[in-house]
């Protein structure tokens, strides 16, 4: 009897993002992977999507905390002058946030793979308290 093997994991199609250059949006296809933000964190903004206990164990340094589910109320505070890329734990949180950020006119990204691929990178993040953040 052969052994039963997972099957592969279908990765997610590049789909199109946003660019802001000289107050002009721009298409192009990405893919937000942890080392590409990381090289081009400043033109960025950052919006953890993530529960208060999560942030405050480890979060990117800069980010702006607003928990899913106060998103919708708290929409005047997302920046709009540079693409957002949302962040959570695993990312399916954030897909949902840059969705509806992507419904309201909001140029928006999802970080592939969430705070945990941005520790298996070896990125830096910060608890509240200013010491080395953890993933929870």
Known sequence: MAAATAPARARRPARAAFQVEGGRTRRTLVRMLP????????????????????????????????????????????????????????????EAARQGLDRMGIAAENLEGGMAAWARAGLAHVSSGGAAGRVI
């Open 35 to 94: 080392a590409d933000l990381a090289a081009a964190r400043d033109r960025y903004h950052l919006l953890d999507v993530r529960e208060r206990d999560e942030w405050d164990a480890g979060h990117i340094d800069g980010a702006r905390h607003i928990p899913l589910r106060e998103l919708a109320a708290r929409l005047d505070e997302v920046p709009r002058d540079k693409v957002v890329v949302c962040v959570c734990r695993s990312g399916h949180r954030s």
